[in-house]
């Protein structure tokens, strides 16, 4: 071969190596792009109560002593000896009366329910305001319409709760005495069932 052959034949071989290593480039597969995945829906959290946090993974009695709003209910169940029981799996619904809703009860009502020979008394009504299983606002809405517009709620004391709809998310109770309980703070989640807020101290039959 001549050295102008060699010449010519060098970039036509570097040429013919370029098309083959392309080729061979095609000839791999393709690597799949990886799926994309949406990102996991973030809970809503807890409302604030009496000016703390809530926390769905602590119990009833854990989250009701942090609410400067319920100093009295906590001391009610501390002396009815029922914190066991709500701090228990239950689960259990639990419409919670603010110390105003206490403090509007006729002057002495408090007091006289707190003293260790009205006990009994004092259980009736705080288990007038639990309810068995876990009815969160949707849940008892539900029940309302199901009831042509009043659904009736047993409590664990053995008496019943009507409930009733004044417009989306407005939640209102009358116990037995005919005196209503709105709902001021709906769906505060808890390990063991729910808590709403109410603004009256219900009272049972009898």
Do not use: E, W
Request: aromatic residues 4%; proline residues 8%.
């Amino acid at each position: 071969m001549s050295y102008r052959s060699s010449l010519m034949f060098r970039p036509l071989a570097f040429a013919g190596l370029l098309s083959l290593s392309a080729l061979a480039a095609c000839s791999q597969p393709m690597m799949a792009a990886a799926p994309m995945t949406a990102p996991a829906p973030v809970a809503a959290a807890n409302p604030m109560v009496g000016g703390a946090a809530m926390y769905a993974n602590k119990d009833i009695v854990d989250n009701a002593v942090n609410s400067a709003d319920h100093t009295t209910l906590v001391a009610a169940v501390k002396a009815a000896g029922l914190v066991d029981t709500l701090k228990s799996p239950g689960p259990f619904t639990v419409f919670a009366p603010t110390n105003a809703a206490f403090d509007a009860l006729p002057k002495g009502t408090v007091a006289s329910l707190l003293k260790p020979q009205n006990k009994p008394a004092l259980v009736k009504v705080l288990t007038y305001h639990v309810v068995p299983g876990t009815m969160d606002s949707k849940a008892i809405m539900a029940a309302i319409a199901q009831g042509g517009g009043k659904a009736t709620l047993t409590t664990v004391q053995g008496g019943t709760l009507t409930a009733t709809s004044g417009g989306p998310g407005m939640i209102t109770l009358t116990d037995a005495k005919g005196r209503k309980s709105m709902v001021t703070i709906a769906d505060v989640y808890q390990s063991n069932g729910v808590i709403h807020v109410v603004n009256t101290v219900m009272l049972p039959p009898g």
